[in-house]
C-alpha cells in the first residue's frame, strides 16, 4: 500500500499544483500528470459509505486536525480517496493532515484532506479526500541506518597491549 501511495503523492501534488495559478507546471511535469491522470482514471471513483475490511498491509498513520490528533488506520487508498479507520469520528468537510511514514523505505508523507464522508460504527470507516499539495520527505535518522554505519563485522581490533 505504501508504494500506491508513493505513487498517487506525485499524482496529487500535480494535480494541486495544476489547480492553483502559483505554480505552474513545467511542460515535462504537465506530460507527466497527463500520463498519470491516464493511468488512474479507472481508479478514480469515490468509495460509497460503508465497512472497510483491515488489509493484510494497513498503514498505521495519525489525523491532524484541528485541536487533536487521532491514531488512523489506512486500510484503502485510491486516486479518489483514502479509506481510513478510527475510533473516533471527523465531521464531513473537516480539514486534516494525513501523516504516515515508513521505515523500511525511510519515507514519510503528508497528505492535506478533507472529510468527504463517515460510516460511524465500530471502527469509524472516514474517506478523505486530498485537496492540497502533499509532501514527500525523507527520514534519515533512522536508528538502523545509524547502527549499521558505526558497526563493522569482523575481528575488532586491540586497542590494549
Known amino acids: 500500500m ?8 506525485r499524482f496529487w501534488e500535480l ?13 515535462s511535469e ?9 493511468l488512474v482514471t479507472g481508479d478514480f471513483k469515490m468509495p460509497e459509505p460503508g465497512a472497510c475490511a483491515r488489509p493484510a498491509d494497513a498503514l498505521p498513520a495519525q489525523l491532524i486536525g484541528e ?3 487521532l491514531p488512523v488506520e489506512v ?16 465531521t464531513p468537510g473537516e480539514r486534516a493532515i494525513v501523516r504516515m511514514s515508513d521505515a523500511i ?11 468527504s464522508w ?10 478523505l479526500v486530498v485537496d492540497g499539495i502533499p509532501t514527500r ?16 563485522m569482523g575481528r575488532p581490533a586491540r586497542l590494549v597491549g
Request: charged share 15%.
Open 105 to 115: 523505505s525511510g519515507i514519510e508523507f503528508a497528505l492535506p484532506c478533507s472529510v
Open 2 to 9: 505504501i508504494d500506491k501511495i508513493g505513487f498517487l503523492v
Open 75 to 90: 486500510r484503502f487508498t485510491c486516486a479518489a480517496a483514502l479509506l481510513v479507520a478510527s475510533v473516533k469520528a471527523m
Open 137 to 152: 520527505a525523507e527520514l534519515d535518522d533512522l536508528p538502523g541506518r545509524r547502527v549499521a554505519n558505526v558497526l563493522s
Open 30 to 38: 504537465q506530460i507527466e500528470l497527463l500520463s498519470l491522470m491516464q
Open 15 to 27: 494535480k494541486a499544483r495544476h489547480a492553483t495559478l502559483g505554480q505552474p507546471l513545467s511542460s
Open 67 to 69: 485541536g487533536a490528533i
Open 118 to 127: 463517515v460510516y460511524d460504527e465500530s471502527p469509524c470507516i472516514m474517506a
